[in-house]
Protein backbone atom coordinates (compact mmCIF):
# COMPACT_ATOMS: atom_id res chain seq x y z
CA UNK A 1 0.00 0.00 0.00
CA UNK A 2 1.41 3.13 -0.68
CA UNK A 3 1.73 5.26 1.68
CA UNK A 4 -0.41 8.77 0.63
CA UNK A 5 -3.25 6.35 0.27
CA UNK A 6 -2.72 5.11 3.95
CA UNK A 7 -2.36 8.26 5.24
CA UNK A 8 -5.20 9.86 3.25
CA UNK A 9 -7.37 7.34 4.08
CA UNK A 10 -6.90 7.13 7.51
CA UNK A 11 -6.68 11.20 7.87
CA UNK A 12 -10.09 11.77 5.95
CA UNK A 13 -11.71 8.71 8.37
CA UNK A 14 -11.02 10.83 11.25
CA UNK A 15 -11.83 13.96 9.99
CA UNK A 16 -15.16 12.80 9.06
CA UNK A 17 -15.87 10.52 12.42
CA UNK A 18 -15.15 13.27 14.51
CA UNK A 19 -18.02 15.48 12.35
CA UNK A 20 -20.09 12.11 12.50
CA UNK A 21 -19.71 12.24 16.53
CA UNK A 22 -20.21 16.08 16.85
CA UNK A 23 -23.52 15.46 14.61
CA UNK A 24 -24.99 12.75 16.28
CA UNK A 25 -24.16 13.97 19.79
CA UNK A 26 -26.04 17.52 18.86
CA UNK A 27 -22.82 19.68 19.44
CA UNK A 28 -23.50 23.46 19.38
CA UNK A 29 -21.35 24.08 16.31
CA UNK A 30 -23.06 21.73 13.82
CA UNK A 31 -26.22 22.84 15.32
CA UNK A 32 -25.61 26.05 14.23
CA UNK A 33 -24.40 25.55 10.90
CA UNK A 34 -27.54 23.69 10.21
CA UNK A 35 -29.80 26.63 11.64
CA UNK A 36 -27.50 29.07 9.91
CA UNK A 37 -28.42 27.18 6.68
CA UNK A 38 -32.18 26.84 7.11
CA UNK A 39 -31.71 22.77 7.32
CA UNK A 40 -34.31 21.45 9.36
CA UNK A 41 -32.28 20.53 12.68
CA UNK A 42 -34.42 16.65 12.33
CA UNK A 43 -31.73 16.23 9.35
CA UNK A 44 -28.58 16.57 12.05
CA UNK A 45 -28.85 12.81 12.75
CA UNK A 46 -28.98 12.09 9.33
CA UNK A 47 -25.97 14.21 7.99
CA UNK A 48 -23.96 12.67 11.07
CA UNK A 49 -24.62 8.83 10.10
CA UNK A 50 -23.90 9.63 6.33
CA UNK A 51 -20.55 10.95 8.00
CA UNK A 52 -19.76 7.72 9.53
CA UNK A 53 -20.83 5.73 6.56
CA UNK A 54 -18.37 7.14 4.65
CA UNK A 55 -15.61 7.02 7.54
CA UNK A 56 -16.21 3.76 8.08
CA UNK A 57 -16.27 2.88 4.40
CA UNK A 58 -13.29 4.71 4.27
CA UNK A 59 -11.52 1.95 6.66
CA UNK A 60 -13.39 -1.06 5.03
CA UNK A 61 -11.64 0.00 2.12
CA UNK A 62 -8.24 -1.11 3.49
CA UNK A 63 -10.56 -4.61 3.29
CA UNK A 64 -12.30 -4.31 -0.26
CA UNK A 65 -10.36 -1.24 -1.80
CA UNK A 66 -13.74 -0.33 -4.20
CA UNK A 67 -15.21 0.00 -1.28
CA UNK A 68 -13.07 2.76 -0.11
CA UNK A 69 -13.21 4.36 -3.30
CA UNK A 70 -17.27 4.42 -3.34
CA UNK A 71 -16.65 5.68 0.27
CA UNK A 72 -14.76 8.66 -0.87
CA UNK A 73 -17.00 9.26 -3.51
CA UNK A 74 -19.58 9.85 -1.49
CA UNK A 75 -18.64 12.24 0.68
CA UNK A 76 -16.95 14.26 -1.84
CA UNK A 77 -21.18 14.65 -2.89
CA UNK A 78 -21.56 14.79 0.19
CA UNK A 79 -19.24 18.05 0.40
CA UNK A 80 -20.24 19.18 -2.56
CA UNK A 81 -24.02 19.89 -1.21
CA UNK A 82 -22.61 21.29 1.91
CA UNK A 83 -21.09 23.87 -0.64
CA UNK A 84 -24.36 24.35 -2.42
CA UNK A 85 -25.97 24.80 1.18
CA UNK A 86 -23.46 27.16 2.02
CA UNK A 87 -23.81 29.23 -1.33
CA UNK A 88 -27.85 29.15 -1.27
CA UNK A 89 -27.80 31.36 2.16
CA UNK A 90 -25.06 33.44 1.08
CA UNK A 91 -22.23 32.42 3.32
CA UNK A 92 -18.39 32.66 2.44
CA UNK A 93 -17.51 31.23 5.59
CA UNK A 94 -15.64 28.07 3.71
CA UNK A 95 -12.42 27.75 5.40
CA UNK A 96 -13.40 24.44 7.53
CA UNK A 97 -15.51 23.15 4.32
CA UNK A 98 -12.28 23.40 2.44
CA UNK A 99 -10.39 21.54 4.54
CA UNK A 100 -12.98 18.84 4.54
CA UNK A 101 -13.46 19.04 0.52
CA UNK A 102 -9.50 19.31 0.13
CA UNK A 103 -9.06 15.93 2.15
CA UNK A 104 -11.90 13.79 0.59
CA UNK A 105 -11.05 14.79 -2.83
CA UNK A 106 -7.47 14.22 -2.32
CA UNK A 107 -8.39 10.91 -0.63
CA UNK A 108 -11.00 10.11 -3.61
CA UNK A 109 -8.33 10.36 -6.06
CA UNK A 110 -5.22 8.65 -4.47
CA UNK A 111 -7.58 5.64 -4.30
CA UNK A 112 -8.82 5.97 -7.83
CA UNK A 113 -5.09 5.94 -9.13
CA UNK A 114 -4.11 3.23 -6.89
CA UNK A 115 -7.36 0.84 -7.38
CA UNK A 116 -8.69 2.25 -10.65
CA UNK A 117 -12.34 3.08 -10.21
CA UNK A 118 -13.60 -0.60 -9.32
Request: proline share 5%; aromatic share 12%; glycine share 8%.
Amino acid sequence: MSVARVTLNLLAALFTAIAAVTYLIDHPYPRAQTEMKRLPLTWMPRLGAVLAAGSLGLLAGFVVPPLGTFAALGLVLYFVGAFIAHLRVGSRNLAGWAAFFVTVVATFAVNVIHHGFW
